[in-house]
Each structure stands twice: as structure tokens, then as C-alpha cells.
């Protein structure tokens, strides 16, 4: 068993909705963070804001079959992929499995970017505040706020 995490987003619909569809449906959930507001970072302009929120896993999954599961997910939320950083009913991203490397060019683990992510980092630190460095989320791009669990 390893020790996962992945990243999820959605800024189109119901985007409560649409993370709770895919955190039900997630084996091995260990862990879910708070959620997080965002603005987007890149892509098109006039995009609505983000609910961010990182999950941690316990699974036999490797980094390859979770990047299968987060894009089965997406579908089901009807993610239509197309522009770069565009809305998105769904965004699922692998993060961190253990300590595996993947560099392919449909997946790279850890997340080549992570580091940068404001929205990334502060829910990481949630559920692992031992993976962050201190000062780096206060160094990361842009801003976040936090809304409390996904339930309330």
C-alpha cells in the first residue's frame, strides 16, 4: 500500500456537487482536506473561481491507474478536455504517490508544478504539513481562501 495524493478542483456547476460525485467514488480514501476558493491561474479570462481541496489514499494503485481513475472521474462530471487551464466540471491531478518518480508524457509524479500552487499546497498541508517546507506556501502563486469542509 502506498501512501497517495490527489488534487481536485471544479469551477464549473455545482462544483460542490461535483468534488463530493468524486470523493464518493474514490477507493482507499483516507483523508480529505478543507476546501479552498480560488481564482484561476491562467487560461481563458471570465473563468469563475475554484473549489480546491486535496484527498489522501492508502491504495495498491499505481501513479498510472490513478491517473485512469481521476480521468474516469472527469468524464463522469463531463470534463470535455480542450483549452489549457479552461473550465472544468472536474480536475483531478496525481500528486504524490509515495516516493515514485513518473516522467511520461501524459503523466509526471510528483506533480511537476505542486510546488508553485498556493492551491495546492495549503489543503496538502491539512493532511501532510510534514510534505511541505515551511514559508513555501507563503512563497507559492496565488490566493486562496479557505471555506472549511466540503460538507458545510
Same mark, same amino acid.
Given at each position: 500500500?502506498?501512501?497517495?495524493?490527489? !488534487? $481536485? /478542483?471544479?469551477?464549473?456547476?455545482?462544483?460542490?456537487?461535483? $468534488?463530493? +460525485?468524486?470523493?464518493?467514488?474514490?477507493?482507499?480514501?483516507?483523508?480529505? *482536506?478543507? $476546501?479552498?476558493?480560488?481564482?484561476?491561474?491562467? /487560461?481563458?479570462?471570465?473563468? @469563475? #473561481?475554484?473549489?480546491?481541496?486535496?484527498?489522501?489514499?492508502?491504495?495498491?494503485?499505481? #501513479?498510472?491507474?490513478?491517473?485512469?481513475?481521476?480521468? @474516469?472521474?472527469?468524464?463522469?462530471? !463531463?470534463?470535455?478536455? /480542450?483549452?489549457?487551464?479552461?473550465?472544468? #466540471?472536474?480536475? =483531478?491531478? &496525481?500528486?504524490?504517490?509515495?516516493?515514485?518518480?513518473?516522467?511520461?508524457?501524459?503523466?509526471?509524479? #510528483?506533480?511537476?508544478?505542486?510546488?508553485?500552487?498556493?492551491?495546492?499546497?495549503?489543503?496538502?498541508?491539512?493532511?501532510?504539513?510534514?510534505? &511541505?517546507?515551511?514559508?513555501?506556501?507563503?512563497? +507559492? =502563486? !496565488?490566493?486562496?481562501?479557505?471555506?472549511? *469542509? $466540503?460538507?458545510?
Amino acid at each position: 500500500m502506498a501512501r497517495a495524493f490527489l !488534487g $481536485l /478542483g471544479s469551477n464549473m456547476g455545482d462544483r460542490r456537487a461535483q $468534488l463530493q +460525485a468524486a470523493i464518493a467514488q474514490l477507493p482507499d480514501l483516507v483523508a480529505v *482536506s478543507a $476546501l479552498y476558493e480560488t481564482q484561476p491561474l491562467g /487560461g481563458p479570462p471570465g473563468q @469563475s #473561481p475554484y473549489l480546491n481541496m486535496v484527498v489522501e489514499l492508502d491504495t495498491d494503485l499505481s #501513479p498510472r491507474q490513478l491517473l485512469e481513475l481521476g480521468q @474516469s472521474l472527469e468524464g463522469a462530471a !463531463g470534463r470535455v478536455r /480542450g483549452t489549457r487551464w479552461g473550465p472544468r #466540471p472536474l480536475d =483531478v491531478d &496525481v500528486l504524490l504517490v509515495e516516493d515514485q518518480v513518473v516522467d511520461s508524457d501524459d503523466l509526471v509524479v #510528483p506533480h511537476p508544478r505542486m510546488w508553485e500552487r498556493r492551491f495546492v499546497l495549503a489543503p496538502l498541508s491539512d493532511l501532510a504539513p510534514e510534505l &511541505v517546507p515551511p514559508g513555501l506556501i507563503e512563497r +507559492a =502563486v !496565488g490566493e486562496v481562501k479557505r471555506l472549511g *469542509s $466540503l460538507t458545510t
